[in-house]
């Protein structure tokens, strides 16, 4: 296994309390007819929550994210994934606690209409 799918896999075994709550939501089709996957390698990088088929990456972000070093990592993340035809949405730790519904409906209403 490569060092990035081990890694993935040890974060979906210890995710944040926001990633595990949001997870919880969007397992098992549970939003429309969307399969997320969770701790996904895409072109080199670990994302949160990713559909596929939706061209979608969710991440969850927490505190430190705030710093100037984080945000120009995470462009850089952005600009990658975007490259390779994703759509990122970012959320904050807070967004999932306090508005879990809320953040649900601007994921479902990001995702192309299903059928």
Excluded: C
């Excluded at 595990?20 to 399969?35: D, E, S, T, Y």
């Excluded at 809320?102 to 209403?109: D, Q, S, W």
């Amino acid at each position: 296994m490569d060092k990035f799918k081990a890694r993935a896999k040890q974060l979906r075994t210890t995710q944040t309390s926001a990633e595990a709550k949001l997870w919880q939501a969007l397992r098992a089709r549970q939003l429309a007819r969307w399969k997320f996957r969770r701790q996904h390698v895409i072109n080199g990088f670990i994302v949160d929550f990713v559909t596929l088929d939706g061209r979608l990456v969710i991440e969850v972000d927490g505190v430190t994210h705030a710093t100037a070093r984080e945000a120009a990592y995470d462009a850089r993340r952005t600009w990658v994934l975007e490259s390779a035809g994703f759509l990122v949405l970012r959320f904050s730790n807070t967004d999932v606690y306090e508005d879990l519904e809320g953040v649900l409906k601007v994921i479902a209403t990001t995702l192309p209409a299903t059928e």
